[in-house]
Nanobody, 124 residues
Framework: QVQLVESGGGLVQAGDSLRLSCAASGGSISTYFMGWFRQAPGKEREFVAA???????VYADSVKDRITISRDNGKNTVYLQMNSLKRSDTAIYYC??????????????????WGQGTQVTVSS
């Protein structure tokens, strides 16, 4: 059973940067398709970015010019670098692992393991 733990969230000002980390334990995530989602108060959990085991990436249109997802399989960790943060980026950010990727990177129901989330709050 893989456990995922996010870290790196916090309170920042608009225009600042943050790097979120997702550390895995209990098994290797090197072959898993890994994603980041976020959930703002009163809203559905939405796709942010994802990365294949071979490091190909995909992003939501709303963030693709400001966010970079990466992975370090040696450290069993996935990262989310967020730049030029906006108030609309305020949310709980979740890391997730899809052990049997079928192409629906945007579908939260396809992911098998989830972290507990890390809060990102952007003030103006």
């Amino acid at each position: 059973q893989v456990q995922l733990v996010e870290s790196g969230g916090g309170l920042v000002q608009a225009g600042d940067s943050l790097r979120l980390s997702c550390a895995a334990s209990g098994g290797s995530i090197s072959t898993y398709f890994m994603g980041w989602f976020r959930q703002a108060p009163g809203k559905e959990r939405e796709f942010v970015a994802a990365i294949r085991s071979g490091a190909g990436t995909v992003y939501a249109d709303s963030v693709k010019d400001r966010i970079t997802i990466s992975r370090d399989n040696g450290k069993n960790t996935v990262y989310l670098q967020m730049n030029s943060l906006k108030r609309s980026d305020t949310a709980i950010y979740y890391c997730a692992a899809d052990t049997n990727y079928v192409g629906r990177y945007y579908n939260k129901y396809d992911y098998d393991y989830w972290g507990q989330g890390t809060q990102v709050t952007v003030s103006s």
